[in-house]
């Protein structure tokens, strides 16, 4: 697989702050992939997404070193605008993003900025509604809407666009586990069906590890450990301090562990926890 | 939320009406209103807003505001009325020491500008709630050539009415349930109460507004020529209305 965003040596320091928000970030991501960023607040999360979009350096200020290169293009020497055929953006306040007083127009705006003829709009608007499951929606006031409509809305007009990524930052943020899921469903299938690459930023990490093909964990503006989520996992040594707590089935089983009674793989659900337990009950019961 | 001025969705002959034909009513309904001299014949135009409104079933939203307007027109006569000093006497508001006089010619002329006022002025609740935004906003940028930038500002600043009230709600009820006081009848002590809400206000909005461009920007806002998904036509009623108001306004003119 080939990498579609290649980061190297990457660091940001806002116009009038003294500490880098980003510390040599080397980051390769690629085609495909579902990636999951965790970390503390302040650990620079928001602003790699906003780097990959081209956000940053167009709208911030401030001090830019190194690289970012989304699909073959320079973030430096591209605009947001050209960017946005690239790299679709889904932001925390699902709120704030809403341009439009209807969910149909607020897809279209996007679409209309590419400037496509209105049959293709028409198309694109009524595939991305189906993909994210609400075109029950289409004809509603968007100022009316739930908060995990309004964040499906939000994914709906990022996705109208038919980017080949899509960043989303904490995008379940203000939804209830039900409206979380529904929201991790429709990326998952975004990611296997439709072939688009997923960086998602999130606090809640039982998702991510149940999502995710790639974990990253950031503090103080670096990546502190990446790799397979029970890669990553293992790390509790590293995670606890950061103040992440693992989902609860990986921690039985590092509890487990500690206790010299298991030394397979982590286990990052349910169905895999219950295989762990019954191995150790049925070790233990030999054992006897 | 509160009775603002917004769109009714409702099927009747002036919701189907272009825009475009809705803006020409209103301009026509303000060049007939700076014809007229006679305050009965710009009462006439007031009542044929009024029955404007109650074709297109929205009168229920219309008549608060016309009552609004009624009020500020009535302050309007207060201020005007006193000043004019030609024609005859009618009466003195305080007869024996002849305080306020009011001449015939005074109270026609302040009639007419309320009378004006209130005219030309109340086909714009008629038209917001016959009228959806975005369709104005087509015909603004489309036909009558506005940059979509003003013409995308008006509209923004319309959708963010509600998301401030709602703001505003949850900033009050934060303040008060530290035990703010916001309740007075004294309006000089509400300017100094209105601080507390009004900043945290003001630095929310400009957040969300920031928000709002990033949003705007990754997805491509103004990158350059651009098309529009709602389209607006106009069809033969449209153009039979435009006449009708053009041979009204003529009529008017030459009479």
């Known amino acids: 697989m080939s990498s579609i965003i290649k980061i190297s040596g990457l660091t940001f320091v806002y116009q009038g702050s003294k500490v880098p928000a980003l510390d040599q970030i080397n980051m390769d991501v690629k085609q495909g992939d579902f990636i999951g960023i965790i970390g503390p607040t302040g650990a620079g999360k928001t602003t790699l997404a906003l780097c990959m979009n081209g956000v940053i350096p167009h709208f911030y200020p401030g001090d830019f070193y190194g690289s970012v290169w989304v699909d073959g293009k320079d973030t430096v020497e591209n605009d947001c605008a050209v960017l946005a055929g690239s790299i679709g953006s889904v932001f925390q306040d699902p709120e704030a993003q809403m341009v439009a007083m209807v969910v149909e127009d607020e897809l279209a705006f996007g679409l209309e900025n590419l400037n496509l003829p209105r049959h293709e709009m028409e198309r694109r608007i009524t595939e991305a509604l189906e993909i994210t499951g609400i075109s029950h929606l289409r004809y509603h006031s968007t100022s009316r809407l739930s908060g995990g409509q309004k964040q499906r809305v939000a994914i709906a007009s990022a996705i109208a666009l038919h980017p080949k990524i899509l960043v989303l930052d904490e995008p379940t943020s203000e939804l209830d586990p039900q409206g979380t899921e529904i929201v991790y469903d429709t990326l998952k299938n975004l990611n296997e069906n439709h072939g688009i690459t997923i960086i998602v930023i999130e606090q809640k990490i039982q998702y991510l590890a149940q999502y995710c093909s790639r974990l990253m964990v950031m503090d103080k503006g670096k990546i502190v450990i990446e790799g397979s989520c029970r890669e990553v996992l293992a790390r509790q040594d590293i995670l606890k301090p950061l103040g992440i707590n693992c989902p609860p089935v990986t921690q039985l089983a590092h509890m487990l562990k500690e206790r010299g009674l298991y030394h397979g793989e982590y286990p990052l659900k349910v169905d895999e926890a219950y295989m762990v337990i019954s191995k150790v009950l049925q070790d233990w019961g030999n054992f006897k | ?255």
């Open chain 2, 1 to 255: 939320m509160p009775a603002l001025v917004e769109y009714i969705p409702k099927d009747t002959l002036v919701h189907r009406l272009n825009p475009i034909t809705k803006i020409l009513w209103t301009l026509a309904v303000l060049s007939v209103c700076f014809i007229l001299q006679e305050p009965l014949a710009i009462f006439i135009v007031l009542l044929s807003n009024i029955l404007v409104a109650w074709l297109s079933g929205v009168l229920k939203q219309v008549i608060p505001a016309i009552i609004g307007l009624f009020i500020f027109s009535l302050v309007l006569i207060l201020f005007q009325i006193f000043f004019v000093k030609e024609g005859n006497t009618l009466f003195y508001v305080i007869p024996f020491i002849n305080l306020g006089r009011v001449t015939d010619v005074g109270l026609k002329f302040s009639a007419v500008l309320a009378l004006r006022m209130l005219a030309t002025t109340s086909t714009i609740p008629i038209l917001m709630t016959t009228t959806q935004m975005k369709d104005i906003i087509v015909v603004l940028t489309e036909k009558c050539r506005v940059p979509f930038k003003y013409s995308f500002m008006l509209v923004t600043a319309l959708r963010f009415i509600p998301t401030f009230i709602e703001e505003m709600d949850q900033i009050l009820q934060a303040q008060r349930s530290r035990g703010y006081e916001t309740d007075t009848s004294n309006p000089f002590k509400k300017l100094f109460i209105i601080i507390p809400l009004a900043i945290p206000l003001l630095i929310l909005s400009v957040k969300k507004a920031e928000k709002m461009a990033i949003s705007m920007e990754v997805r491509g806002f103004g990158a350059g020529p651009r098309s529009y998904y709602n389209r607006v036509d106009m069809k033969k009623t449209d153009y039979a209305v435009i006449a009708l108001l053009g041979t009204i306004t003529l009529a008017v003119l030459i009479m």
